[in-house]
């Protein structure tokens, strides 16, 4: 508990903790004032999130991750490796790789959350040309899935 005198009644700059505010009032009469106050920390920050678990095809770049923030304070903007921080949670448009995103609360605490989005997937086309007996030539497309 710490005992805080001052002449103003305004007391900033604050660290969580518990505070006793002392008071005396100079009218008429002699009168002492005693207050308990607690500055509280807010929750933790922190931040998880999940990757698409694998693009359409090798190097596609229809990646998703979603991010979920809990604890801090307020509003919560999200920055994907670096670059310009939004306010959406939802990351798109992604290519396979590991990326690293920097959550930020309205007071500016941050964590990071590194989540991959993976490539398990590969593709590749090869044509085929069959002759047929009438003289057409057909060209089949076949195309391979490889997990």
Known sequence: ?????????????????????????????????????????PALLTASAVGSAQVSCHNSADGIITVTALGGTGAYSYSLNGGTAQSSNVFSGLVSGSYSIIVTDAKGCSTLV????????SCFTHSLRCRVITGFHVTILLMVLLQ
């Open 114 to 121: 590194s989540p991959p989005v993976c490539n398990c997937k």
């Open 1 to 41: 508990m710490v005992e805080l005198h001052k002449v103003s009644n305004v007391f900033s700059g604050l660290a969580a903790g518990s505070y006793n505010i002392n008071g005396v009032r100079c009218k008429r009469m002699f009168c002492f004032c005693c207050i308990s106050i607690v500055i509280a920390n």
